[in-house]
């Protein structure tokens, strides 16, 4: 069946890099875009990137100059990278097909 | 980017009643190939979002018909008819007509 899952350090010092990993199974990454959304404790969601099927990726333009977005198709995999990291970015990391959404992985910037 | 308004829920809402949700965005939502292109998501406390409904008003695999979506180019309504425990949690819309999607700011539901 189609999942996803997210990994990554649940702990970033400000001003450092986040890397996030999203493990996907059941379905192919050439196949299918995914998503990356994110979520502050307590408040609403909001769309940070997309890597398409093809390879493609968009960014919303908020976060443009310090996200990227690459994948693996050989393992299964899209990775977030962004990069100074503020105590704002505290937040749920979730990757998602939209009809089908990760457990989402908890990312606390502090020192 | 498109903004994405929901109203607010009387809450508590008592067992059994029907409810409404609204939503409205900025700009119209619907495509020159004849869809909508506005999402419904429930999460559940604790949980990931779960997509309810599709295309304004096509529900997704698994959901429960007691879920509707209806509406015009901007403004649309999620209906829940006859509310139960498991429908419990905050419902946001999304906008997937164009980037960066949108979500609106979420509607909480809470029983009686």
């Known amino acids: 069946q189609v999942q996803l899952k997210e990994s990554g350090p649940g702990l970033v010092q400000p001003s450092q890099t986040l890397s996030l990993t999203c493990t996907v199974s059941?379905?192919?990454?050439?196949?299918?875009?995914v998503h990356w959304v994110r979520q502050p404790p307590g408040k609403g969601l909001e769309w940070m990137g997309r890597?398409?099927?093809?390879?493609?990726?968009y960014y919303n333009s908020a976060l443009k100059s310090r996200l990227s977005i690459s994948r693996d198709t050989s393992k299964s995999q899209v990775f977030l990278k962004m990069n100074s990291l503020q105590t704002e970015d505290t937040a749920i990391y979730y990757c998602?097909?939209?009809?089908?959404w990760g457990q989402g992985t908890l990312v606390t910037v502090s020192s | 980017d498109i903004v994405m308004t929901q109203g607010a829920l009387p809450n508590p809402v008592p067992s059994g009643e029907s409810v409404s949700i609204t939503c409205r965005s900025s700009?119209?939502?619907?495509?020159?190939?004849?869809?909508?292109?506005l999402n419904w998501y429930l999460q559940r406390p604790g949980q990931s979002p779960q997509l309810l409904i599709y295309?304004?008003?096509t529900r997704a695999s698994g959901v429960s018909d007691r879920f509707s979506g209806s509406g015009s180019g901007t403004d649309f309504t999620l209906k829940i008819s006859g509310v139960e425990a498991e429908d419990v949690g905050v419902y946001y819309c999304?906008?997937?007509?164009?980037?960066?999607?949108?979500f609106g700011g979420g509607t909480k539901l809470e029983l009686k």
């Open positions: 059941g379905f192919s990454l050439m196949d299918y875009s």
């Open positions: 295309w304004m008003s």
């Open positions: 998602t097909r939209v009809f089908y």
């Open positions: 700009k119209s939502l619907l495509y020159s190939d004849g869809k909508t292109y």
């Open positions: 999304q906008q997937g007509l164009e980037f960066p999607w949108t």
């Open positions: 890597m398409k099927y093809d390879g493609d990726t």
